[in-house]
Nanobody
Framework: QVQLVESGGGSVQAGGSLRLSCSTSGYTYGDGCMGWFRQAPGKEREGVAAISSDGRASYADSVKGRFTISRDIAKSTLAMQMNSLKPEDTAMYYC?????????????????????WGQGTQVTVSS
């Protein structure tokens, strides 16, 4: 059974940094795409960053140059470093993975392309 558990969220002031981690179990890295998504109150869940089976990253335009997705296969951990945080980054952040389509060569940011989800970790950025 695949399990994803996020950690690292919190409250920071604008301009600050946070590092999110996603501990995984039961999932084989390389079996599919992995990514980070977020959902603010009253808004739809949106893709933030994703990583392919061979380690190539994709980012939403709103976070390019500020967020960096990474993975440590030996530690079964997906991470995202978030710098220069803005109030509009405030949201619940979710780790996601997929294993339905085999190896992932282009990690996209569509919610329906991921079938495993964590419970989320809250990020709040104050101005």
């Amino acid at each position: 059974q695949v399990q994803l558990v996020e950690s690292g969220g919190g409250s920071v002031q604008a301009g600050g940094s946070l590092r999110l981690s996603c501990s995984t179990s039961g999932y084989t890295y390389g079996d599919g795409c992995m990514g980070w998504f977020r959902q603010a109150p009253g808004k739809e869940r949106e893709g933030v960053a994703a990583i392919s089976s061979d380690g190539r990253a994709s980012y939403a335009d709103s976070v390019k140059g500020r967020f960096t997705i990474s993975r440590d296969i030996a530690k079964s951990t997906l991470a995202m470093q978030m710098n220069s945080l803005k109030p509009e980054d405030t949201a619940m952040y979710y780790c996601a993975a997929d294993a339905r389509y085999g190896a992932c060569w282009l990690a996209r940011l569509y919610v329906n392309e991921y079938n495993y989800w964590g419970q989320g970790t809250q990020v709040t950025v104050s101005s």
